[in-house]
Nanobody
Framework: HVQLVESGGGSVQAGGSLRLSCAGS????????MGWFRQAPGKEREGVAA????????YYADSVKGRFIISLGNAKNTLYLQMNSLKPEDTAIYYC?????????????WGQGTQVTVS
């Protein structure tokens, strides 16, 4: 039974920071990517950041580069997204994903999503 449970969403003012967490259970991290995706109202889901679970490889969307940081916990069963200098355009539902190729929206497992609102 595989579950990805997200937390840390909320409402913040522009320029603020927020950290999202994704706790995984029921599966084992291997030499694959985990990532964060987001979907704003009226828009398609887009890749935000991705990290390889074995090697030190990360990818970021140009719109968040320098502001967001993706990381894995020491036990590699928790995924984080540190979001700094938040902008209203970052408002979206953020999804954690596991077992995929990177920023491409082709992952096997997905979390339920957590709302981030920036005003």
């Amino acid at each position: 039974h595989v579950q990805l449970v997200e937390s840390g969403g909320g409402s913040v003012q522009a320029g603020g920071s927020l950290r999202l967490s994704c706790a995984g259970s029921g599966y084992t991290y291997k030499s694959i990517y985990m990532g964060w995706f987001r979907q704003a109202p009226g828009k398609e889901r887009e890749g935000v950041a991705a990290i390889h679970t074995r090697f030190d490889i990360t990818y970021y969307a140009d719109s968040v580069k320098g502001r967001f940081i993706i990381s894995l916990g020491n036990a590699k069963n928790t995924l984080y997204l540190q979001m700094n200098s938040l902008k209203p355009e970052d408002t979206a539902i953020y999804y954690c994903a596991a077992d995929g190729p990177g920023l491409v929206d082709e992952y096997k497992y997905w979390g339920q999503g957590t709302q981030v609102t920036v005003s």
